[in-house]
């Protein structure tokens, strides 16, 4: 019998807001621990939740890319567990009142496109970080990540293999980036994934058991897991065995997953309206001010630059992995007005010298107004590729010089002058009898020779079609 | 020398330097070391000398003033610990807003007041430093949650304390203790840095021997708080500036259905004394029904656990408060510590609190008890539509009981609230004041119900029938 995989993906996405989601208490990464914490964050008595808007921004904001509906009447629900980096005792989470629902999103493998719904996204708080010390048997607690705002995104099952996974979960790390609403750094945390699998004959309409797997901390991994897991659950169905329903681990030493012990089972976390909590209630007004800073999002920018800008699917495709870089495309092109120039400079000249300098994109140090201008020279035929490149060495390592001074400093204008050239084409002819009179013989190969040696003479400065241009004339004179 | 000085009396001798504010400090503080027996105090604050050093009274209404704060509100470097011992050596590191109020309106914090542990009980024999005793009578309970400061006040040892009311936890001592207390509208106050109980039920409220200072107090602790999402942005009342004013042709209505048979005949004709008095000063009584009644005590007691059981997850022994020692792992810490951390009658609220929220119960329980209190509340809603402007009744139905009395019948305790806790549902203001004594010259308490952000009528004809007798200037014997 022949099975197909059935995947479902919880991703939660930690949201870059300044304070957390019901606290003024910060929440920056890597701080010391336990120094962001205030009276809610440690769980005092007495100590109260408010709701940090830009976390419903943010949620509406990801709920319109994804294509959601945005639900008017939000309540916060808590979810209770004990356990000591939960230091009320509860999560405020939502239950079944989510902010969005019904959303779609569209991965591309090769070609095809698929879509895979959404099923809701809710908002809720991060817990803390317990750490285990074997070596004392003591475990330590750091709220600093309590209360950091979440949005947990939950996909229809409607993945079938671990590519599709891995895709999906690149799109929404580059939707959640574009939107300027999370790092989605995988290693850092601030984005985080746990896959639901099931196996089912294929043909069948009804969902086989399903295995919820958790700890799938980056992107190689979670393609890693799901493919373990689905090799392990074909194995027990080959063998005829059934698979458990179960929470199990993804071991990233060893690419395998295995059971959780202890706890979880029947889990009641007894979720009710969180009374210190008021509705929020999301007016049509406040869905509309949002949509309008909704920048175009990436799959709708890579179509323009295909049919606009007539670039290459691939190039499309990479200038809107990231939107700063298609911001950046957009800014350049605003200037020297050469679409397919501005990608070629900025995917390799622009990348190739970052990557090699180990300079991240976000401290690029040619802003796009001073690339634009290069482009623009070169476009204006004022200097050549190779001069631009010369120029661009430069200015990578001294971003406060100006182009014009380079120029300058360089001598790098391209004669185009055609006398100039004249003069320069006669006396090569006049050094170089020998290969003249060859030449004027018949031998034809020599017309690259003269050309080369003119622009040596004009020390690379000479443009090069004009140049063959004048020798074809001064021959004919000659002849 | 300071005993029945109302606030502005107080105010007006430091001003004219008749008396130091330490003087009035050391009073009562003194008051409270001699009477100690009551058991009314949990904590004295250390005071600053600075504080009392002055006649500074400028525009701060309470300069000087005396406060106690019931132990589950917290003030800043002092012990807030709800009289639980899972929170034994709990020091507050912030104040609770209505603390800052009183602060910055210049009251002295002078201590706080023992309660039923987290606010659950109506007896004040719930605390972990053991029972409150009532002053006019010391076999008898104080009533409770707040039986510390309402005993406190009615003893003289205090001229203000700060109570929770919950479920009647301010009303019904104030009326078991023959002082004034006032339950505002739920969001009036601040909730910001109380111990939570049932955070939806929950309201800060004052206790005061006479109406004009319960008002004053009250209009300073108001107001919306952005820390609190439940706090409402209404403006700041000046309930003071009611008082005086007359309640001509003002409809009082009284519902029917808290007349019943429990009630103590000595109540039933104090209250119907009560009532011709206020229809004497120009109101009109009008009967009213209130359906719903009956249903109020078992909706509370599932919303209210469900709330608590859910608030008190946090008491765990983890970061503050109580541990267990010598516990095997974390399971058999939260266990260990939980159980000798708190009281019976918590852990009775926690267990019917994590029942009713449990999967396959949810529905049958705190679902219909939502819906049951949608219709308490339309009761109210719809009465003060269409019949009255205010409600008067009884607080309680009996006068202050026998110590260890109810202490093994929950149910009969519960039912002390009746009349306390459908207002609590709807979110309604109340107030408690004295009325009368019965024959055993405990006092009784009349009880006036409000629309919505309406305490001034509250206020305006409490202060009116306040003046028709003098059972607030009464002292308990022994205590003069």
Redesign the interface.
């Given at each position: 019998m022949d099975y197909e995989a059935v995947i479902g993906l919880e991703t939660h996405v930690q949201l870059n807001t300044l304070s957390k989601i019901f606290c003024s208490a910060g929440t920056t990464f890597g701080e010391d621990p336990n120094n962001l914490i205030d009276p809610l964050t440690f769980g005092l008595p007495g100590a109260l939740p408010v709701v940090n808007k830009r976390v419903i921004d943010s949620a509406i904001l990801l709920g319109l890319g994804l294509n959601c509906q945005i639900r008017k009447f939000n309540r916060f629900a808590r979810k209770h567990y004990f356990y000591p980096d939960l230091p009320k005792g509860y999560q405020i989470s939502q239950s079944d009142e989510p902010i969005c629902e019904h959303g779609r999103v569209t991965i591309e493998d090769n070609g095809t496109s698929r879509t895979i719904g959404i099923t809701r996204i809710h908002m809720e708080e991060d817990a803390g970080k317990s750490i285990h010390d074997a070596r004392t048997n003591s475990s330590l607690v750091d709220l600093n990540r309590a209360g950091v705002p979440l949005l947990e995104i939950v996909s229809q099952p409607d993945i079938r293999n671990a590519v599709e996974a891995g895709l999906y979960l690149k799109v929404i790390r580059q939707i959640v980036r574009w939107l300027g609403i999370s790092d989605g750094n995988m290693e850092e945390g601030s984005l985080r994934c746990d896959a639901n699998i099931s196996l089912r004959p294929v043909g069948q309409l009804k969902f086989g058991t399903r295995a919820e797997i958790k700890n799938i901390n980056s992107f190689k991994y979670v393609e890693k897991a799901i493919e373990y897991e689905i090799a392990r659950q074909l194995k027990i169905l080959k063998e005829g065995g059934t698979v458990i329903q179960e929470t199990r681990l993804f071991n990233s030493e060893t690419e395998t997953t295995h059971e959780m012990r202890g706890k979880e089972g029947a889990a009641d976390y007894r979720y009710f309206a969180d009374p210190d909590l008021p509705p929020v209630v999301i007016e049509e007004s406040w869905i509309q001010k949002i949509r309008q800073t909704m920048p175009v999002l990436p799959s709708e920018k890579k179509l323009e630059l295909i049919n606009t800008h007539k670039l290459t699917e691939y190039d499309a495709e990479v200038l809107t992995t990231e939107r700063e870089f298609s911001d950046y495309f957009d800014a350049v092109f605003k200037v020297c007005k050469d679409a397919k120039l501005s990608c070629n400079w900025i995917t390799s000249e622009l990348f190739g010298a970052l990557k090699k300098l180990h300079i991240d994109f976000s401290n690029n140090p040619i802003s796009s107004e001073v690339l634009g201008e290069l482009i623009k020279l070169i476009k204006e035929e004022v200097i050549s590729g190779k001069m631009a490149k010369t120029i661009f060495e430069i200015l990578i390592e001294n971003p406060s010089k100006k182009i014009q001074e380079i120029i300058k400093e360089k001598g790098l204008k391209l004669i185009s002058d055609p006398e100039e050239i004249r003069v320069l084409v006669n006396e090569v002819f006049k050094n170089n009898a020998d290969n003249l009179k060859k030449f004027l013989d018949g031998n034809n190969k020599l017309h690259g020779f003269f050309v080369g040696q003119v622009l040596k003479l004009s020390a690379g400065n000479a443009k090069p079609e004009l140049v063959n241009q004048i020798i074809t004339e001064e021959l004919k004179k000659i002849k | 020398m300071f005993i029945n000085k109302s606030i502005k009396e107080l105010r007006k001798g430091i001003k004219q330097k008749d008396f130091s504010k330490k003087e009035i400090a050391d009073f009562y503080l003194s008051r409270i070391k001699k009477f100690n027996n009551l058991n009314a105090f949990s904590h004295i604050h250390p005071i600053n000398e600075k504080d009392l050093n002055n006649s500074d009274i400028s525009s701060d209404t309470l300069s000087g003033i005396p406060v106690a704060l019931k132990d589950?509100i917290?003030s800043r470097n002092n012990p807030?610990t709800?009289c639980s011992k899972i929170?034994d050596g709990?020091i507050?590191?912030?104040d609770?807003t209505v603390t800052s109020k009183l602060k910055s309106s210049g009251a002295i914090l002078i201590g706080n007041n023992n309660m039923d542990e987290f606010a659950m009980g109506s007896s004040s024999e719930n605390s972990s430093l053991g029972n409150v005793l009532n002053p006019w009578d010391l076999n008898k309970v104080p009533g409770g949650s707040s039986g510390g400061g309402a005993a406190a006040v009615a003893a003289r040892l205090i001229p203000v304390a700060l109570g929770t009311d919950t479920g009647g936890s301010v009303r019904q001592p104030a009326s078991f203790c023959g002082i004034v207390g006032l339950k505002p509208t739920y969001g009036r106050n601040s909730?910001?840095?109380?111990?939570?109980y049932?955070?939806?039920l929950d309201q800060v409220g004052v206790m005061t021997n006479s109406v004009e200072d319960c008002a004053l107090v009250s209009e300073i602790i108001a107001g919306f708080d952005?820390?609190?999402?439940?706090s409402v942005d209404v403006p700041i009342p000046n309930f003071s500036s009611t008082l005086g004013k007359d309640i001509k042709g003002l409809r009082i209505g009284i519902p029917k259905e808290y007349f019943i048979k429990e009630l103590n005949t000595e109540i039933d004709t104090s209250i119907r004394t009560a009532l011709s008095e206020l229809e004497k000063l120009g109101a009109t009584l009008v009967e009213i029904s209130l359906p719903h009644t009956e249903y109020a005590v078992a909706t509370y007691y599932i919303i209210a656990p469900?709330?608590a059981a859910?608030n008190?997850?946090?008491y765990?022994g983890?970061?503050?408060g109580k541990r267990s020692k010598d516990t095997e792992d974390?399971f058999d810490l939260?266990c260990k510590t939980r159980t000798e951390g708190f009281g019976t009658e918590v852990k009775r609220r926690i267990l019917i609190g994590?029942y009713v929220?449990?999967?396959g119960y949810?529905d049958a329980y705190?679902i219909k008890a939502q819906k049951v209190r949608t219709l308490v509340a339309n009761d109210f809603k719809e009465v003060f539509e269409n019949q009255c402007d205010i409600i008067a009744c009884p607080t309680a139905p009996t006068t202050a009981f026998n110590l260890g009395e109810k202490c093994n019948d929950p149910i009969s305790m519960y039912l002390n609230d009746i009349f306390t806790i459908p207002t609590n549902l709807a979110g309604l203001p109340a107030m408690s004041i004295p009325c009368g004594f019965d024959s055993n010259n405990m006092p009784i308490g009349l009880q006036l119900i409000g629309k919505a952000w309406d305490e001034e009528t509250i206020f305006k004809t409490a202060y009116l029938y306040e003046q028709t007798h003098d059972w607030h200037k009464r002292i308990p014997k022994g205590f003069e």
């Open positions: - | 589950n917290l807030a709800a929170l709990f507050a590191p912030y609770a909730r910001y840095g109380v111990i939570a049932a955070s939806s952005p820390l609190d999402s439940t469900a709330e859910s008190l997850s946090r765990d983890i970061r503050y974390l939260y994590t929220l449990s999967e949810f705190y």
